[in-house]
């Protein structure tokens, strides 16, 4: 792959939210941004016997934040890194490879929603974000931001 830059912009923020465990839980949270006009654009679900961790990427993180603080619900954000992955196998391979050659953790990782350009999205929460993106747009990899997403 040919080194390619990217213009750097804000990271991609997940939203890391409590549910209950009960029927229509993630539904209503759904719900809730939409009626917001901010739609899901990653999501990630952790289920327990009494609680259920949904990890959420949306498509308008500030106002997110402020719906989250006005009802009151209780998150966590963190950054992520996306990575463009153009043959999904191939490419996951080779950018799981780079990361590891590198010596960088990944804590968690999950595909994206909607496609982006006609390929697959791969969120990834690591050890050092700028480490890996450096160490992905090096390998030629194209990363996304929050502004790619938000559209």
Known sequence: MAAQTTDHGPPVKQFSVMLQNRVGALAALVKMLRMSAIEVMGLSVQDARDATIARIVVSDPEQTE??????????????????????????LLQCLDHLMGAETNIDFAYPLLPAY?????LALHVDDLEFATSVLNSAGFVLLWQDSLSR
């Open 117 to 121: 350009r006609g390929y697959s999205l």
């Open 66 to 91: 402020q719906l989250f603080l006005e009802k009151g619900i209780p998150h966590t954000v963190c950054e992520l890194l996306v990575v463009e992955l153009k043959e999904a196998g191939p490419n």
